[in-house]
Each structure stands twice: as C-alpha cells, then as structure tokens.
C-alpha cells in the first residue's frame, strides 16, 4: 500500500537519525549513560510515524469486518439462490444468470479479505512476529494460503535464526572483534508502553544490542514497547556497520526507484482513463449496463448484447395503450412499434438488437400489447423507472443507439417519423462517422393561464408545421397561421370548469390538418406524451386592460396594443365619433396580450376607439382611449419619400417577415444575389452594423433574389452572417422594388418612409453610420 509505505519511509528516515547520533556519541568517546539530544522535529517525526501506523491499524481493521459481513452476506444469497432452484421457485436460467454475479462478487470479496487480513498478521500483529534476539535476528512470517507445504511459525522461525547465525559467523571473520554489527531488521513501536530494560542486557525484544539503543529511548520513549510492524529487511550477505554511506546509498537509491516505478503507474492511469469513456446515459459514455426481467419472466442484461449494435427504446405505457383515437367518427392512428418490428424482422440477430422498455405498466398488461401489436423484439418491464433514471429519460418515447462497443452513439427524444432516420443513424455507427445531434419533434411544452373555461398551452417544434392539440382524444383544436412554425402557442377554449383533461400535441411533417378525412391526415402524424391539466372553479374577477399602445399608425391604418392580466379576447371599436360604428376583433382565441390592427381608413382623419376584453366565464372589460388621427397620404413607391412597398416573405429557417411589422423603426433592406461579388463582398461590413446596431434601433433585411436556397445556406452559413436573409424564390419583393443594380440598398424610416437608396456596395461601415444619422 501506498499509505504503508509513506510510513516506512518516515519510520526509516525516524532511525537513521538516531543512528547517525549513535556515531557521534561513540566517536566523540562519550560513556554509554551519556543523553543524546533530540531535536523537537525529530521527537515530532517519530510520533507521527507512530501515529501514522495506529491510524492505518485501525482503518484496515474496519476494512476487514465491512468486508467480511458483504461476504457473509453474498453466501447467504447463493444458497438461498440455490435453495429457489431446488425447490423449482425459478429456472436454472434464472439461476444461472443471478449466480455467476454472486460467484465474482464472492471470488473477489475473498481475495480482498485475504490480502487485509495478510497486511494486518504481517504487520500489526502481536504474534505474527516472535521476539527478536541479538545474536538471532528474524524476519516475520506469513503463511500464505493454498501453500502446497505450508511450515508451522516455529519451523520458519529455527530455519531464519540457522541463516541469520551463519551470517553472523561470516561477519564476525571479515569485520573487527571490537565492532557491533546491526542486524538489518528492526523493531518500530506504535504505543509507549514499556517495561524498564535492565542495563547490560539490550533490548530483549528488538533483539538490538544496549551499546546501540539510545539514552533516551532507553530511559522513556521505547521502553516495553509493543510491537507492531518491521522495517524491510535489506538483503546482504554482510552486515553492514549502521551509519555506512553504502547503507545510504542503497537506501536512496531504492526510494528514487519507487518514486519512478510510482510516476510511471500514475501516468498509465491517467492515460487508461482518459482514452476509456466513462458510464453515463449521455452521448460518448459507456451504456449504463442491467439485469432485467422480461415479461416473460426471463432475464436479459445489456452486456449480453456486446459485439451488436442495440436500440433501447423508452416507452410509457401511454404509448402503447393509446395509439389510436378518434375524432369525427375517423380513427386516427397516432404511434405504432411497426417501423421498429419492420426493422428487426429484416436485419441479422448478430448485427443488431431491438429492446423496449416499458414503464408504469404490469407484466400481464405488456403481454398483452405485445400480442396486440404483434412486437417482435423483447420488452422488458420497467415498473417503477429503474431504467429510465438511469438512463435520465425526460420525453417519450426515447430512442438509445448503442455501438458495438457499449458506447452510446445518439438519442433522439420523440417519435421517429421515418424507418430511414433509423437506418441512417445505424448506418453512420457501422462506418464509425459522427452522427448529428436532433432535437425532439415537440419539446418545452408548458401550460398556463389556467382559469375555469380555458387554459393556454405553448410548445415549440423542431420544424415549423401548424399548431393542433388534440383534448382526451375527443376534440383538436387548430390556430390557423399564415404558415408554419416552430414557435407555438394555442389557447383551448370551451372547457368545464373544475375538470381535468389530457392533452396532447399532434405533428404532421406535411403540415396536414389532421381533424380532415385525408390519407396524409392518417399517416405521418405523431404526437407528445399525454399532459394533464385541472381547470379552476367559477371565475368572479374581470378582466384588467393595461400598456395599451397606438404607436403604429399610417395613412389608412392604426394599429392598438394592450394587455390583460388573464386569457381573454381581444376587440377595438372605431368611429368618427363615440357612436363607434365599426369594430374589429382578433378572433375568438384567448391570449394576455392583444394586437388589433384597423385598416382601410381615411387618411388624416380623426378616429374614437373603445378596447374590449372578455375572458372565458364571459365577463368583459371596456376602456375608450384618446382619439388617433391617421397620417396624411402618401404614395406607395420604390422611391425617395415614398412609402416603401410591402411584402411577405420567409427566412432561411422559415420566419415570416415583412415591411410593415417593422413600422416605429428604421430598416435596412438591402437586395443581392447569390455568386455576385460585389454583394458578397460588402456582407461582412452589413454583418457589422448588425452586430453594432440594437435590435430597437435598426431592422436589417437581406433579401436574396431568385437564388437557390441551399447555396444560399451554404454562403449564409460559410460567413457566419447572423442577420435576416429573406428568400424571394418567386421574385415578389423584387418586382416590387425594382433596383436597378445588385446590390441596391433601401433606407426606411421608423414611419415606413424610403429616406435614401445606395446603388452599389458599401466600402466601410461609417457610411452605413452616416446615412443612419440622418434618418430618423
């Protein structure tokens, strides 16, 4: 042991110093009562190696009885293993796959007992090591176990003292009559107890000559001692006189080489560690490996697999026990373990392993699903989220790919849509390529705004598709959106109060409405696992209008803002007087914030307006605010102080975006096309006015015109441009701004207004600067 062997050293660095001290006395012809003076650190080195060895004494002690009652603990298992055998209680499948980890965990609990229990006799042991005389100097002895000729102590003992008198003998004939030579096995005491030492007589139980023992170890600190360990020996055919630079040496020189040899382990170690993955449920790890029962009450463990590529798939019960619901007296069919049994059925057993795992379910309930869907890999059955804790498992169902090697490749949290998305992550592990991480179909669900009626659900998708939300299977509510996205958030209208309901979200990768009778309806749907939702009791409060804003008016339109402090509609009443005879509503969903634009309106005229908000128990809130007068007209034209023209468009990653959802702040639009120098030259300077500006200050827009979008990607992407680049595919905003030359460069003010247009590419930022000081 390490800790050992740093004892040894102080011990032996402890005695050397008392030596060297013996020499001085004796050659300075000092008479043997004489004191030898200790130094405070040297007193203070050998009461720590002393206290050194009790405390490693006891911690090997303690050791040595957790071990033992693990052992005890680990045979009892075994028989009433084997006894569940016998009796027919389980198979000798069961037996033998719970055996093998009990006999290796025995075989090695053993083997540690054992090397405790032989540190503790040869070392700490009262009776491991018989008195040491000084004509019969002797090393302990250990009886190791399993010897083929095992010899008694006494036996080893007469055998050591033969060897050490022979080579005293030898000694005597080659060194001075009048020279003591020191024996190379000393005794080191851990306790101060000790019986007085009659002069003239040594240290009967060290075995060292009195003319060596120092006065004051004599006289206090070594007397009676107990012995509790020896110093190595050194291996010499002569006794070597206490004291010789050759006994330095040879001491030095063993020290350097433990050092090395140690240095040398520890960097072995670090590189070991550091090329093995470690065991995680994360990407890159070592699969967390198990013992699990099936629901036919056999047992499969990870590890049975390795040499194969495995699936661990994670599903609740949630997904097998309701896959399909029905809506408009059309079953729709929501999640099945079909592309996966497809998948089994047609790749080899030695290449590949399918396993679910189902949890909050039975074994008899599993049974029969897997007969119901006809599963043709095994499940196991996950009762109480064993597995899925380990495996951190947060969406369902999650999909776990393993290689060959036990090291976790990915994991996709959601449905897979296709059979091919499988085969492609298969595919990129046998050819040992990196795979790209994917983020779930629906993720960071959240539900608020709860009241007695009505309840809002937000979500985002990993691509943009429609919003639909599907109520304990029963209804699906849809927020029709001009297009696609990856932000949601849908209010669900119509429910009871006090009630509880389960809601889930539905995706569709052809943005099909699946409350329609359609063939694309029916396929490619999948959804999120089941949330809950409570709605409150009866609502007495209305609702609270505030931060109401009329900031974005034009010559024929105004637009008004407000918010309320619970989910309620939204409408605004208009007029050339209080009359109100007209209004304009923002449709039936329920929201806190609200946005109600008023449109084809004369221009520099004065209009009254009145906001409505009604929430869902159908209290409304009614608030007249200051009369707005519409700006006065003016033209709309790709021209210097002409309104600049309107449009809609999508970014790269599917964002609508136009002109007039930007009015209150200025814009940069600026047209280029893909492969044009002189656009793709002037990018980084745009780039930097993006990174300059604030997102209140300015608005920049690229729009590409007429470019393919996956060359456009890939120059977006090799820039690292993080702006707005706006595809016009078809040429719309194009033929409504005409420029003349790419790239051409529209400054827009804050009220829609073109202020200045740039016909050619920017050689510096501080012309972007100037032009923007001047706008307002």
């Known amino acids: 042991m390490d800790e050992l062997k740093n004892v040894f050293d102080k011990i032996e660095k402890a005695e050397l110093i008392l030596n060297e001290l013996e020499n001085k006395r004796e050659f300075e012809g000092k008479e043997d009562h004489a004191d030898i003076n200790l130094s405070p650190e040297e007193r203070m080195a050998i009461d720590n190696a002393r206290q050194t060895l009790a405390s490693i004494k006891d911690k090997l002690t303690r050791e040595l009885a957790e071990k033992s009652l693990e052992l005890d603990k680990c045979q009892e298992d075994l028989a009433l293993l084997q006894t569940r055998l016998k009796v027919g209680e389980i198979t000798e499948e069961t037996y033998s796959a719970k055996s093998r980890h009990l006999i290796e965990k025995i075989k090695s609990l053993e083997k540690k007992v054992l090397d405790i229990q032989n540190v503790i006799n040869a ?302 992550v298969l595919y990129a592990m046998s050819q040992n390529s990196s795979i790209k991480a994917s983020k779930p179909p629906i993720f960071n669900v959240i539900i608020q705004s709860v009241t007695e009626k009505s309840a809002v659900i937000n979500w985002t998708t990993s691509e943009p598709t429609t919003t639909q939300v599907d109520i304990d299977g029963k209804v699906i509510q849809t927020t029709i959106t001009s297009s696609p996205v990856t932000l949601h958030s849908l209010t669900l209208r119509d429910l009871e109060p006090a009630t509880p309901y389960h809601i889930r979200i539905l995706y569709n990768i052809n943005n099909v409405n699946v409350s329609e009778h359609s063939f694309a309806a029916l396929s490619d749907t999948i959804v999120s696992r089941r949330y809950s939702v409570e709605t409150s009791k009866t609502d007495t409060s209305y609702p609270e209008i505030s931060n109401i804003s009329t900031g974005f008016i034009t010559d024929s339109s105004i637009s008004v803002t407000w918010k309320t402090d619970e989910p309620a509609t939204g409408e605004v009443d208009y007029g050339l007087n209080t009359k109100y005879s007209d209004s304009v509503s923002q449709g039936n969903n329920l929201s806190i914030w609200h946005t109600v634009k008023l449109e084809g309106l004369k221009s520099d005229t004065t209009y009254y307006l009145r906001i409505r908000s009604k929430d869902m128990s159908g209290k409304e809130t009614v608030q007249e605010i200051e009369p707005r007068k519409t700006s006065s007209q003016i033209e709309t034209a790709p021209k210097i102080g002409k309104r600049a023209p309107d449009f809609s468009l999508y970014s790269l990653d599917g964002t609508p975006y136009t002109i007039n959802q930007f009015r209150g702040k200025r814009i940069l639009l600026n047209f280029w096309l893909e492969g044009c120098p002189a656009c793709e030259k002037e990018m980084p300077l745009i780039q930097a006015a993006f990174d300059k500006y604030n997102r209140d200050q300015l608005v920049i827009l690229a729009v590409n015109v007429r470019g393919d979008p996956d060359k456009v990607n890939y120059f977006v992407r090799s820039q690292k441009l993080t702006f707005p680049v706006i595809l016009d595919s078809q040429g719309n905003a194009d033929d409504l701004y005409r420029p003349p030359y790419f790239p051409t460069t529209f400054f827009i003010d804050s009220k829609g207004i073109i202020r200045q247009i740039i016909t050619e590419r920017f050689e510096s930022i501080s012309e972007i600067d100037d032009i923007l000081s001047q706008i307002e």
């Open 123 to 424: 070392k700490f042991s009262d009776n491991a090591t018989p008195p040491v005389e000084q004509d019969n100097l002797k090393t302990p002895t250990i009886t190791l176990p399993n010897s083929d000729a095992p010899s008694s102590p006494e036996e080893h003992i007469t055998s050591e003292r033969m060897e050490s008198e022979n080579a005293g003998k030898k000694a005597g004939e080659e060194e001075d009559d009048d020279k003591t030579l020191l024996q190379t096995t000393t005794d080191v005491t851990a306790t101060p107890e000790q019986l007085p030492v009659e002069e003239g007589t040594g240290d009967t139980q060290s075995g060292i000559p009195e003319k060596f023992i120092p006065e004051l170890i004599k006289t206090g600190v070594s007397n009676g001692h107990k012995r509790s360990f020896h110093l190595h020996p050194l291996k010499s055919e002569k006794a070597i006189p206490v004291g010789a630079p050759k006994d330095r040496a040879i001491k030095n020189r063993i020290l350097w080489i433990s050092v090395t040899g140690v240095l040398i382990g520890l960097f072995l170690i670090m590189g070991i560690l550091l090329l093995v993955p470690r065991t995680g449920s994360n990407t890159g790890n070592l699969a967390p490996d198990f013992v699990m029962q099936l629901s036919n009450d056999k047992v499969l463990s990870l590890s049975a697999f390795k040499g194969k590529n495995v699936i661990l798939v994670f599903w609740d019960r949630d997904f097998w026990d309701n896959q399909f619901f029905s809506v408009n007296g059309v079953i729709r069919k929501l999640y099945t373990p079909e592309k996966l049994n497809q998948l089994y059925q047609k790749s080899s057993r030695d290449e590949l392993a399918i396993v679910a795992i189902a949890s909050g379910t039975s074994n008899s309930e599993i049974d029969k699903l897997i007969k119901d869907y006809n599963v043709a890999f095994p499940v196991i059955v996950d009762s109480f989220g064993k597995l899925r804790s380990v495996y951190q498992i947060n969406e369902e169902p999650t999909f776990v790919f393993i290689d060959k090697g036990g090291v976790i490749r990915a994991r996709v949290e959601g449905p897979i849509i296709n059979l091919s998305d499988i085969e492609q």
